[in-house]
T-cell receptor
Framework: DGGITQSPKYLFRKEGQNVTLSCEQNLNHDAMYWYRQDPGQGLRLIYYSQIVNDFQKGDIAEGYSVSREKKESFPLTVTSAQKNPTAFYLC????????????FGSGTRLTVV | QKEVEQDPGPLSVPEGAIVSLNCTYSNSAFQYFMWYRQYSRKGPELLMYTYSSGNKEDGRFTAQVDKSSKYISLFIRDSQPSDSATYLCAALGAGNNRKLIWGLGTSLAVNP
């Protein structure tokens, strides 16, 4: 079955360490997105990629980095510069940029201690 | 002011009740409107979408858009405990900003 796989489901890291969250899709979608979800704040866009080898900053990109070297993969690195990294991170994809049908992964809960 | 506003609730109803979930939006250029459902500790899933004004029905769910008042609604008939989730409304941005603009989500609990 096609879908988006995020791994791991839970991740613990010490403060000051960089951590990379994995996102893989087998839907042949061109566009991919990273969101952060905090209680009471809804979904906030971190980075998005309209097509392979291209990506743009979203609304809260500071302290994060991404790459899009393969169509199916869009990893997110949470760097030590991110002041409040503990959150639920969601990866999504859509068939192309500018369409409404996003498919989401199951999320990664990152806890920084 | 956020471009899409949604009351976060929480909303608690008895099983079998009719549920009404609502959002407002500010940009009259928005044309596509979506409802996503998110179960606890899972990613959102697309429930319904509508284009421009009008109603769209799918089983127990009806999505409604009133562009004159910039109002988006989702109605759930004969609500079930399995409908307990967070419901997020979204609009597809216009012009060069064609990504989803999200409401905060409304938490719904349907009690048996």
């Amino acid at each position: 079955d096609g879908g988006i796989t995020q791994s791991p489901k839970y991740l613990f890291r010490k403060e000051g360490q960089n951590v990379t969250l994995s996102c893989e899709q087998n839907l042949n979608h061109d566009a991919m997105y990273w969101y952060r979800q905090d209680p009471g704040q809804g979904l906030r866009l971190i980075y998005y990629s309209q097509i392979v080898n291209d990506f743009q900053k979203g609304d809260i990109a500071e302290g994060y980095s991404v790459s899009r070297e393969k169509k199916e993969s869009f990893p997110l690195t949470v760097t030590s510069a991110q002041k409040n990294p503990t959150a639920f991170y969601l990866c999504a994809s859509s068939k192309s940029w500018g369409t409404y049908g996003y498919t989401f992964g199951s999320g990664t809960r990152l806890t920084v201690v | 002011q956020k471009e899409v506003e949604q009351d976060p609730g929480p909303l608690s109803v008895p099983e079998g009740a009719i549920v009404s979930l609502n959002c407002t939006y500010s940009n009259s250029a928005f044309q596509y409107f979506m409802w996503y459902r998110q179960y606890s500790r899972k990613g959102p899933e697309l429930l319904m979408y509508t284009y421009s004004s009008g109603n769209k029905e799918d089983g127990r769910f009806t999505a409604q858009v009133d562009k004159s008042s910039k109002y988006i609604s989702l109605f759930i008939r004969d609500s079930q405990p399995s409908d307990s989730a967070t419901y997020l409304c979204a609009a597809l941005g216009a012009g060069n900003n064609r990504k989803l603009i999200w409401g905060l989500g409304t938490s719904l609990a349907v009690n048996p």
